[in-house]
């Protein structure tokens, strides 16, 4: 079994749906990610969590909210899509070395295609 | 200046040529980076850490040089397997990025 599950692998939703993405992680990591990838665009920060009550914006933050239910889960709320929201969705998890304090490579679950019509 | 800048590529080599990337960022406070190779639609996956000046695996040779704020990624004996787009991401203490910098990426693609 993946370390990083994300569900569902891919959703096709219309113009002003609410829609939900999943991940669950089994690596243990307190830090969870959310990143967003388009063509030319590469990886761009949506949201992150440090800790179970920790919630960050990252640099696209806007018309996305996400919740943390618990260390191992981090979900991801469009609230009304939009079709600009079209991607591909990945989570990640990371943790702080102790030895070194700084962040552990990120692990990345395998993706989230989102089409928005 | 971008915070994590790399050529886009793409690269386009024979099996068996040596190829080099590059990276460079602005932020000197950077404390360590990764290498990680992303194929089509899938997630990217890490290569390789750099915590020093460098670090080698196998054909992949990863090179830091601070004073001029950059990382390179060295792949020898290219395997047609190695085509994929190569990412470096830069890790900061703060910032509103999660501490984690990522680069656009470099395209290679290892020809017959």
């Known amino acids: 079994d993946a370390d990083v599950t994300q569900t569902p692998r891919n959703r096709i939703t219309k113009t002003g749906k609410r829609i939900m993405l999943e991940c669950s992680q089994t690596?243990?990591?307190?830090?969870m990610y959310w990143y967003r990838q388009d063509p030319g665009l590469g990886l761009r920060l949506i949201y992150y969590?440090?800790?179970?009550?920790?919630?960050n914006k990252g640099e696209i933050s806007d018309g996305y909210s996400v919740s943390r239910q618990a260390q191992a889960k981090f979900s991801l709320s469009l609230e009304s899509a939009i079709p600009n929201q079209t991607a591909l969705y990945f989570c990640?998890?990371?943790?702080?070395?102790?030895?070194?304090?700084?962040?552990?490579?990120?692990?990345f679950g395998n993706g989230t295609r989102l089409t928005v019509t | 200046r971008k915070e994590v800048e790399q050529d886009p590529g793409p690269f386009n080599v024979p099996e068996g040529a040596t190829v080099a990337f590059n990276c460079t960022y602005s932020?000197?406070?950077?404390?360590?980076f990764f290498w990680y190779r992303q194929d089509c639609r899938k997630e990217p996956k890490l290569l390789m850490s750099?915590?020093?000046s460098g670090n080698e695996d196998g054909r992949f040779t990863a090179q830091l040089n601070r004073a001029s704020q950059y990382i390179s990624l060295l792949i020898r004996d290219s395997k047609l397997s190695d085509s994929a787009t190569y990412l470096c991401?830069?890790?900061?203490?703060?910032?509103?990025?999660?501490?984690?910098?990522f680069g656009k990426g470099t395209k290679l693609s290892v020809k017959p």
């Open positions: 990640a998890t990371s943790d702080l070395s102790a030895f070194r304090g700084i962040n552990s490579p990120l692990h």
């Open positions: 690596k243990g990591h307190d830090r």
């Open positions: 969590s440090f800790d179970v009550k920790d919630i």
């Open positions: 932020n000197s406070a950077s404390q360590s």
């Open positions: 750099v915590y020093s």
């Open positions: 991401v830069v890790n900061l203490w703060g910032g509103s990025q999660g501490n984690l910098i």
